[in-house]
């Protein structure tokens, strides 16, 4: 098994930045992508932003290309999303995710986080 643990959620203001962490414990050695997604109320859980093991390779949904980063530490076995420019429609809760695929598909998520709520004001 594999916990996730996110933290960093919060309310900001249009135009405000948040850090999003997420941290795995456990069967880490089974780790290899990671990446988050995130649910709006009444709406389905979508893609936010992947992120492979090197860290080499990133995707992101267009709505955040440019605005969003992903990154992560190995050593300290944590994602991380970095949110520019953050915007009403982000409001949502934030779900970390690890896969052993690289993937944007919630269908193949092995493990995810609890979630943490996002809320921008306009």
């Known amino acids: 098994q594999v916990q996730l643990v996110e933290s960093g959620g919060g309310f900001v203001q249009a135009g405000g930045s948040l850090r999003l962490s997420c941290a795995a414990s456990g069967r880490t050695f089974s780790v290899n992508a990671m990446g988050w997604f995130r649910q709006a109320p009444g709406k389905e859980r979508e893609f936010v932003a992947v992120i492979s093991w090197s860290g080499g390779t990133k995707s992101y949904t267009d709505s955040v290309k440019g605005r969003f980063t992903i990154s992560r530490d190995n050593d300290k076995n944590t994602v991380y999303l970095q949110m520019n420019s953050l915007k009403p429609e982000d409001t949502a809760i934030y779900y970390c995710?690890?896969?052993?695929?690289?993937?944007?598909?919630?269908?193949?998520?092995?493990?995810w986080g609890q979630g943490t709520q996002v809320t921008v004001s306009s």
């Open positions: 995710a690890t896969s052993r695929v690289y993937s944007a598909r919630a269908e193949v998520v092995d493990y």
